[in-house]
């Protein structure tokens, strides 16, 4: 046979081991069944007796549930009116004294506000202890109807009460009282129930003095030989829950954008850098973007009413504004009368393009060998929209360009692929697309496994030669790309209203996760 | 952006069944299939490809890259009968100098088929035409009006007919003042002393482009048969090509439709439409270059005629209505579409270079990592703003600020750029007064200044805080940045710190911004409830010292 007696003893030694201070104040008192009563005689706050409750459920001597009750409780009126009296009862108590009297004069001496007033008479005339004549009231009660106390105040008097337990006379007076303001109210009140399990029980009958253990460790006590040789610890249940603790961070965004940039850097990008507010030129005319076309106005772009003067370089402006009117090298142009003036006015970036296109001017001042590379920007851009879920004046573009004599499309759909399979999108297509400074053009979709749908994520292609030539100073092939990056942050992040991403609500922004991906 | 709709049905009988692999071809023909729904397919028409604004367009073109048709697609063009000219009054150079004109015969309309020509006009003013301005459209009944035909300037007030949907004569300021249509167009017109007008040989007026037609003369309907085309604007060859685009698409409907040109009388006349190919060299060796591919010269041919063109030795014979090619690459690229895009091969080249992240950057992670070991949080605030963050809310009145950088015609309230990064600290508080406190907040961003300048800010905040702590975080940036920077009493500063609790920010003998404790002046316009310290400080100056 075995010795179970012992096992067991050895359980609740582990058990009563474990027991905090206040647990120990409490198990004595679990038959009480209230935590106001366990809370009295324990000495112990409310939250401390229901913490330590919830400990001791984990711990198996308690069960713990909770029922919601409806209590009917006394009102802030109500409880001024249980002192002074109903003001059906004022007025009540003045017509005991003259069984006529003015509505006025009865006012006057009830010293009633006029709601009150109003409440009262209403009140007596339903019971029909007054009628009005004349501007006056008329007592039509008997006599003991004024000494009687009214079901409503025997009401106020049993408060509070369950709302169950209404007797069918309080249920109407408490409809009635309803209907006027803050005598009573309806409260929903959880209350717990404790039942005390087998195991709990044992523990009760046993002795829980576990003798004399460390609770916190202490510097006094590490410091202190004799306090600690020979002592006990008290067990932690170091399964339970913690409170919560937050830590500094960067917003979840930037590091998305450190992220893209650890990417591109890693395969050999530098990184472009520039103003958000441009010329035209740059954001548009450079990129072979006819100065009628649709994007470039009001309602799409933002403009400030200021010109910025066009780069000094003549050579540039004359290349560009032939490019746009005749073609240059093969092209036909858009065939139309370019204007130096609409070049000169300044835009809020639309896309990071322009600054692919001031990187080439800047590659076409070194020898012709030299004008190569590969560059990056991640940045800010603006269009001039409302904000809703799906849009926004301002978002987040990612750019790159491969400037070689040896690339080809095959290249532009390789990087592409590489990039976002470092995002998480291992499947991605891509179809035809059209945009006025690339051809070919590509859209780019990526392969989402959960939603199992496509993403469109942006648009890539390889430059035209009406922008190589005039800013490149020759027709290199030029792989560019510039796709929005907020799609993919609000993916990650499961965020669906782009709203969210510049919300800036700090518990958000503490709660949220960081940036996983490597 | 211009979408088509068109049955499923006719699609189905035409082209063909519209499966999931018929589906993918759409898109990948470079016409993105938006929706099926309703019996209705929606494909969207990039704005190169005017020439599929229409089903017919689109049939053309898609039955060619499904292999079905391919090649040039050839017209039959009669020539133009007695009268079938149009004079071209000089009157016409100063207000909309160019018309190009067309007789169709043989039409058999119905409600759908009136609805697709008109659709097709539509969407050409708004593409191409760019909203009327550069192309304006009309399509008369022939039967109702009598060649030949005069376009020319008149005075406003010497013109007079009834317009679409009127049952009154009106001049032409009328027209622009009164008529709907007339309002909504009435700028492109606005300035000009004489408006044009095309006249019959009876002098009533037709049309008023690119306004509005007559209602007697300028409205088909199921009994018209033969129409008179013209397209009007300001550059001949979008005319040109859009002629080309519509005469064609009304050509498709139906086998027994015939295209007559007109004679259209400029000092040199010219017969229109004119639907001989444009020509334009390809080469092999440039087509592989650019998309990595080892195509034949009969492979290029063949995808070429898929693309609706035809190749005679290295010349390509483009059709007269593709207004998109302008140079070689154009061609290129539809190489690649018939080759499909799904079919090329990605790959990364073997270019070595050395990736550098821009230094700014750098030191921007390392200064937002230097709050967050200090346990503040970043914030990400928009670069535009509202007047009333950016002047009302830190005491200031926004009708006295004239350096403001305003934005034109914004869709929101947010219309002007920031200038600092203080105001948008104090407001995303104020947004979070519910939150646990402390708050503490920093932000590294872009400002613009008055002179159009935009440097790098770095602003941080503690609520509930004071001197004394926003200092010592400060205090611990210039340690691990290694620079000396200083405080000194400040006289003059931004009115939102309250006097004696505030310092200018120094290094060497550059300021930097300011430090202090907000007045509870402003912290109440924010309705805050907390103190709040901060600082906002210049990095351009700490780059220079850094890179």
Known sequence: MVDTSKKENKVNKRLIESLSPNERKIIPLLKEKSIVSISKKSNLDKVSVLRSLEYLQNKDIVKLSSNKKKIVEIGINGALYKKKGLPERRLLNLLGKKRIIKLQDAKKQSGLSNNEFKASIGALKKKALIELKNGKIVFSGKKQDISKKSIEERFLESLPIEYEKLPPEYQLALKSLQNRKDIVCVLEKKSVNIKVTELGERVMNSTIDAGDMIESLTPEIVQNKKLWKGKKFRRYDVTSSVPEIVGGKRHFVNQSIDYARKIWTEMGFQEMNGTMLISSFWNFDALFTAQDHPVRELQDTFYIDKQIPLPADKDLIETVKKTHEKGISGSKGWNYEWEENDAKKLVLRTHTTCLSAQTLYKLSKLPED?????????????????????????????????????????????YLQQFYKKMGFEKVRFVPAYFPYTEPSVEIHAYHPEKKVWLELGGAGMFRPEISVPLLGKNTPILAWGQGFDRIIMDYYKINDLRELYKNDLSQLRKIKAWMKN | MANIKFPKKLFEKEIGKLDEKMKKKISMFGTPLESVEEGEIEVEIFPDRPDLLSYQGFKRAFLAFLGKKTGLKKYRLHKPGKNYYVKVDSSVKKVRPYTVCAIIKGLKLNDEKIKEIIELQEKLHNTVGRKRKKLAIGIYPLEKIKLPITYKALEPDKIKFTPLEMNREMSGLQILQRHSTGREYAHL?????????????????????PIINSQLTGKVDENTKDVFIECSGFNIDVLKKSLNIIVTALADMSPSIKIYQMKVKYKKPIVTPDLTPDKRKISKENTNKLLGLNLSKKQIQKMLEKMGYELKKNNVKIPAWRTDILHEVDLIEDIAIAYGYENFEPEIPKISTLGKENPRETIKRKIAHIFAGLKMTEVSNYHLTTPRDQFSKMGLNPKKQKNSIEVKESKTEYNILRKDLTHCLLKNLSENVDVEYPQKIFEVGKIFNSNLMESEKLAAVISPGDFTEIKQVLKYLSKMLNQEIYLEEAKDFPSWFINGRVARIKLDKETLGFIGEIHPKILNNWKLK??????EIDLEEIFKKLE
């Open chain 2, 189 to 209: 017109l606005s300035g000009k002393r004489k408006f044009p007008v095309f006249l019959d040989a009876e002098k009533n007026v037709l049309s008023m482009p």
């Open chain 1, 370 to 414: 030299k004008r190569k590379g590969k560059f990056f920007a991640i940045g800010k851009v603006f269009r001039n929209e409302t904000v809703d879920w799906s849009h926004g004046f301002e978002f987040n573009q990612t750019e790159g360009i491969v400037v070689d004599d040896n690339v080809n499309f095959r290249h532009l759909l390789g």
């Open chain 2, 530 to 535: 907390m103190p709040a310290a901060l600082f």
